[in-house]
């Protein structure tokens, strides 16, 4: 078996005498889809924000590739080819969607200042270029027809896109989603799911945290729940859904009664 | 289209001297550019960063004062023994000083922004400019104090076919001014329409989301302070330079106001606001003086159409007008279909 793409040994968050992440320990594999679910408060967002650099972990140790992300700042992290989503939609409401992907494609310019201010051609050339790659990412995820609208006046459904989007165009290698269909009608989930799959196809390995519990079943290769902190169980879907404990924590009888 | 209004405006603004020869009107317009390239600079923090600096004449001063210094040599004692000189130097090497001293102290503070956010920043920067003040008004021996730094040498340059030539007179400070504010707002349009002014706006925007598509937040608001800090260094030289003379009132706290009252009115965050702003609410006083206005009654008529432009254009002019423009623009081509 190969080297796993990020490994989490025993993270722990701590804020002050709450445990939020305790010794909880997964991996996530080259090229997979893995599904962090739990109840509300069992640390999902919590180890999200410890591995991507916006909260520091108290204990444990986050290896992306083999390097420690601890302490690492999030823009660190993006270097890395760790990008994340945010659970509140996040877009730059006051720019046009184009203006976001631009903004997304930023590690993947290099202006420098001093250029920039002398007007060097290769600035203008590399800012075709990247209009270009922008419309191509907004062609992507069916969001070509909105360019030039502001990044706040997109429906909702749309705006969740938009974040995906300016995620994508940071060219992770590890995307992090957190809870992306929440509030989302089963329709534009669907589409979701189908995006997901080419986003996947694309040799993006996907770190998802959702509480759709169709959507994580049918799209996941491998899912953990986490129950207080703790991680409880880590198989795959099937194994998943008959695990005793994740019915009692989580799912709940009724669930295992109608899947089971 | 475009091209040809901004040649005409440039044409306009460089030809004006020539057929305005009341010296009075230049010499408000001198000062009223120098404001406006000030302000511009204000601009790229406060409008594009969104940082309040409530310090910016802060950097104004110390580029007026370090320009001042280097054209008129100084010698001051730093400890018993140790002795700091520096013979008088050309005028043009004065104002590359300021903006390197400028640039300089607007890194430290570019560096400390980071640290202290939102109404900490504030309060900071204003402290920040009332401590220049203070040190301008105490270091006699190097400053002078209240008796002001006088004699400030003019610009003298060597232009082909003139040779050494010295800017007395308002036409050619008046073209210096514009030549300065011409290449600071190309330096700013530049900047906010590349990568590193979508990483300004981002950050201004939602730093989380910026940091987390790998925006070095910190990077970006220090090389912000920095240019905005060197351009109203290059400011406060061009007015030490043009005035003549300096004290330790360039570091007042009005004139931060005056900044901010441009950059507001005019539109944060737009390349023209400042301008608009500036040109609106520099020449106002003087017109309102021209129209013979008792002067208690200048200054209401300047606050009500401050808070007018505030109530009724919260975004400011030049947001305001293009909507405008658009909105008609957008009604005269759905008209014929």
Request: hydrophobic share 50%; aromatic share 8%; charged share 15%.
């Amino acid at each position: 078996m190969t080297a796993p793409l990020l490994a989490v040994d025993r993270l722990t968050i701590r804020f002050g005498g709450l445990v939020a992440v305790d010794q909880a320990s997964f991996e996530v594999r080259e090229g997979e889809v893995l599904s962090l679910i739990g109840p509300n408060g069992a640390g999902k967002t919590t180890a999200f924000n410890a591995i991507t650099g916006y909260l520091a972990p108290s204990a444990g140790d986050i290896r992306f590739r083999g390097a420690r992300l601890n302490g690492l700042k999030p823009n660190r992290v993006a270097e890395l080819g760790l990008v994340r989503t945010f659970q509140k939609t996040s877009v730059f409401g006051g720019r046009s969607v184009l203006e976001n992907i631009l903004i997304g494609l930023h590690l993947r310019s290099e202006q420098r200042p001093l250029a920039i201010m002398l007007g060097l051609p290769s600035v203008a050339r590399e800012e075709r270029a990247l209009e270009t790659e922008a419309r191509r990412i907004l062609g992507f995820v069916g969001l070509g027809a909105r360019a030039l609208e502001l990044g706040a006046s997109l429906p909702y459904g749309e705006q969740r896109l938009l974040e995906i989007a300016v995620a994508l165009a940071a060219r992770p290698q590890l995307l992090l989603l957190d809870e992306p269909v929440s509030g989302m009608n089963p329709t534009e989930t669907e589409s979701f799911m189908a995006k997901l799959a080419e986003i996947r196809s694309l040799g993006i390995t996907v770190l998802l945290v959702e509480h759709d519990m169709k959507m994580v079943m049918g799209v996941s290769d491998r899912i953990v729940c986490l129950n207080q902190g703790r991680v409880i169980a880590n198989g795959t879907p099937a194994e998943i859904r008959r695990d005793p404990e994740v019915i009692r924590a989580y799912l709940g009888e009724r669930y295992a009664r109608a899947h089971g | 289209m475009k091209a040809a209004l901004t040649a005409a405006w440039l044409a306009l603004l460089v030809t004006l001297p020539l057929w305005m020869t009341n010296q009075y009107a230049l010499h408000i317009l001198i000062v009223t550019g120098i404001f406006i390239v000030a302000a511009m600079s204000l601009n790229l923090l406060l409008g594009y960063t969104g940082q309040l600096s409530l310090g910016h004449v802060a950097f104004f001063g110390i580029g007026a004062y370090a320009s001042a210094l280097v054209s008129l040599g100084f010698k001051v004692q730093l400890a018993p023994g140790v002795a700091l000189a520096l013979d008088p130097k050309p005028v043009w090497c004065g104002m590359l000083a300021a903006v390197v001293v400028a640039g300089a102290f607007g890194w430290l503070i570019g560096k400390l922004a980071f640290r202290v956010r939102g109404a900490y920043f504030v309060i900071v920067s204003i402290s920040f400019a009332e401590v220049m003040r203070l040190v301008a008004v105490n270091w006699v021996e190097l400053t002078q104090g209240p008796m002001a730094l006088n004699n400030i040498p003019p610009l003298a340059l060597w232009l082909p076919g003139v040779g050494e030539h010295a800017f007395w007179k308002k036409p050619e400070n008046y073209w210096l001014t514009l030549g300065v504010a011409v290449v600071s707002y190309v330096l700013i349009r530049r900047l906010v329409r590349s990568r590193a002014g979508r990483a300004m706006v981002a950050l201004r925007e939602n730093e989380p989301l910026a940091t987390s598509v790998g925006i070095d937040v910190t990077r970006y608001l220090v090389l912000t302070t920095v240019v905005s800090a060197a351009m109203a260094g290059a400011a406060g030289a061009l007015y030490a330079h043009y005035i003549r003379i300096v004290d330790p009132d360039v570091f007042l706290f009005l004139y931060t106001v005056t900044m901010v009252i441009m950059v507001i009115t005019g539109g944060k965050g737009t390349l023209a606001g400042p301008i608009v702003g500036g040109l609106i609410f520099g020449l106002l006083p003087e017109t309102l003086r021209a129209a013979a206005i008792r002067p208690e009654v200048q200054w209401i008529v300047y606050g009500v159409l401050m808070i007018l432009v505030l109530y009724f254009l919260p975004a400011g002019i030049v947001p305001a007008v293009r909507q405008w423009w658009e909105r008609r623009r957008g009604a005269a081509a759905a008209a014929p279909a």
